[in-house]
Nanobody
């Protein structure tokens, strides 16, 4: 089992920055890839970014490329998502999740498991 707890969300103005964190426990953190997803009201859960177990490889959704950066600190068992130049369309609940199997660059939520409870990000115009 893996437990994931997101934090760092909030209400910000367009153009601002936020850094989300995801604290993990339960299994050796450095052994698995991770991802960030988001879900806006009435919409499906969308892929945001993913990172390999050692952090060497990353994948980003087109909508966030150049603005968001995924990273991890394996010494702290923590995953991060630095979000810059935020837009109102970034408003959503953000979730972190463990990749099932090895890192593959998959953007399909069905390839991820052990979801956190989510953290709300609201960007006002």
């Amino acid at each position: 089992q893996v437990q994931l707890v997101e934090s760092g969300g909030g209400l910000v103005q367009a153009g601002s920055s936020l850094r989300l964190s995801c604290a993990a426990s339960g299994r050796t953190f450095s052994n698995y890839a991770l991802g960030w997803f988001r879900q806006a009201p009435g919409k499906e859960r969308d892929f945001v970014a993913s990172i390999s177990s050692r952090g060497q490889r990353t994948t980003y959704a087109e909508a966030v490329k150049g603005r968001f950066t995924i990273s991890r600190d394996n010494a702290k068992d923590t995953l991060y998502l630095q979000m810059n130049s935020l837009k109102p369309e970034d408003t959503a609940v953000y979730y972190c999740s463990k990749k099932l199997g090895y890192y593959s660059g998959s953007q399909d939520p069905r390839d991820f498991g052990f979801w956190g409870q989510g953290t709300q990000v609201t960007v006002s115009s």
